[in-house]
């Protein structure tokens, strides 16, 4: 009997160009359904760990990248009961730690990575929303409790990350404020956020928007120097949060706030097995928030597909993107 295959991109070393090949599509392991995946979201660390620079994601070449997906339930295995074929489903279901990621016609997936697909959202708009959502909600919810009536403050509001965390933020009956490149004000301002240009020097916006209390809660998803102004603008026993606290800062001025610090690492359950099934968890309640109108992804207007792949990786690394960029595999 021919084995059934599928088409797929491959990386067969650091830098290289994507190649396109033919090969067998994935077996079923235990726990897992076959996703026929329809679109693949491309993330800043996609083209780190392409490039070679992302020992963490531990995703050795030749390898198939892409963390989110979203597509269609092909078949589950005899020990699934939460999905069945022709379920559209999204979620981060691989391109780290050594599993098939989503840059292939099909993928062999952890049914705890997964959620149903907001009915609301095509695939592309869902494709897009994984990773950055899950970040924001262990940041958020998971590390700092977010709820009503605190004052957030986003740091980068309107990046990947950032425009998911003010929205959840937002949904959680938050006041939100959002720093970021005054162009992208009134897409903050949109969304409900009071957006902060980032050339305001920390200590005024402090003094302006909060009597210069601080913000009860921080989340940092720049690092570098934007992480040691978070420890300037969280307020006596506030929370500061970051997804990128990699580095060497100065924590005397959260100390003297007696303030707490949480760090994510949200690859931790694909390269560990460990608390798989909280993401699946985390990707349900995001279908609920935009289901709802409370959660839309920003996306980037161009389109790109299995040929030109390396050009949506270039336009993150360059800097060109105005949101997030996603690579359509079924056209």
Not at 67 to 74: C, K, R, T, Y
Not at 105 to 116: F, M
Request: proline share 5%; with cysteine.
């Amino acid at each position: 009997m021919t084995k059934a295959t599928m088409k797929a991109l491959v990386l067969d070393e650091a830098n290289a160009p994507f190649r396109p090949v033919t090969t067998d599509r994935p077996q079923l392991g235990k726990g897992q359904v076959l996703v026929r995946v329809h679109a693949s979201g491309v993330n800043p660390l996609d083209t780190k760990i392409r490039a070679g620079q992302a020992a963490h994601a531990r995703h050795s070449f030749p390898g198939i990248l892409g963390m989110d997906l979203a597509g269609v339930v092909e078949a589950v295995g005899a020990d699934v009961a939460t999905f069945e074929p022709g379920d559209e489903v999204w979620g981060m279901t691989g391109g780290v730690g050594d599993v098939q990621g989503s840059l292939a016609e099909y993928a062999a997936v952890d049914a705890d990575l997964l959620a149903r697909k907001p009915a609301n959202l095509t695939m592309r708009e869902a494709a897009a929303l994984p990773l950055v959502t899950i970040t924001a909600w262990e940041g958020l919810v998971d590390r700092a409790k977010v709820s009503a009536g605190q004052r957030v403050l986003v740091l980068g509001g309107a990046g990947g990350v950032g425009h998911v965390a003010v929205q959840i933020a937002l949904a959680r009956g938050a006041e939100v404020f959002a720093v970021d490149h005054a162009s992208r004000a009134d897409y903050l301002a949109s969304l409900g956020a009071v957006p902060v240009d980032r050339d305001e020097p920390v200590a005024d916006y402090v003094e302006r928007l909060t009597g210069g209390q601080g913000f009860d809660l921080v989340y940092d998803t720049v690092g570098g120097p934007v992480l040691d102004t978070a420890f300037v603008a969280v307020k006596r026993f506030g929370h500061v949060v970051s997804c990128l606290g990699w580095g060497t800062h100065a924590l005397a001025p959260l100390s003297f706030r007696a303030a707490t610090y949480s760090g994510v690492f949200t690859l931790l359950p694909l390269l560990t097995g460990e608390g798989r099934a909280h993401h699946g968890e985390i990707m349900a309640e995001a279908t609920r928030l935009a289901e709802a109108g409370k959660l839309t992804p920003r996306l980037d207007p161009r389109r790109f597909s299995f040929s030109d792949a390396a050009d949506a990786h270039a336009a993150i690394t360059d800097r060109s993107s105005e949101g997030k960029l996603v690579i359509d595999i079924l056209t």
